[in-house]
């Protein structure tokens, strides 16, 4: 889809608005990059929240596949994934 000649945006919100556009199905990459501290939180959202209906699987029908892991300094990894989707 390509609106007002948009054809792509860098999503850098945070675990509700990535979830709402999981949902819709928009997600076509994810960047993640994982630090390795811990700090033991409830209550905070993850990479993909989502505030729909119980029983609701936003997710569903979408798979992901491994584009690249790349290990930098202090122990970070950055993981690349593309997402596939199947029948909604």
């Not at 993909?48 to 122990?75: I, N, V």
């Amino acid at each position: 889809m390509c609106t007002f000649g948009v054809r792509s945006i860098s999503l850098q919100g945070g675990g509700i608005i990535n979830g709402t556009f999981l949902a819709a199905g928009l997600v076509d990459e994810l960047s993640l990059v994982i630090y390795p501290g811990i700090d033991g939180l409830s209550g905070v959202p993850s990479i993909f929240e989502y505030l729909g209906k119980p029983g609701m699987k936003p997710a569903a029908g979408q798979t992901l596949e491994l584009k690249s892991a790349e290990r930098l300094e202090k122990g970070v990894v950055w993981l690349r994934y593309t997402f596939h989707h199947g029948g909604r």
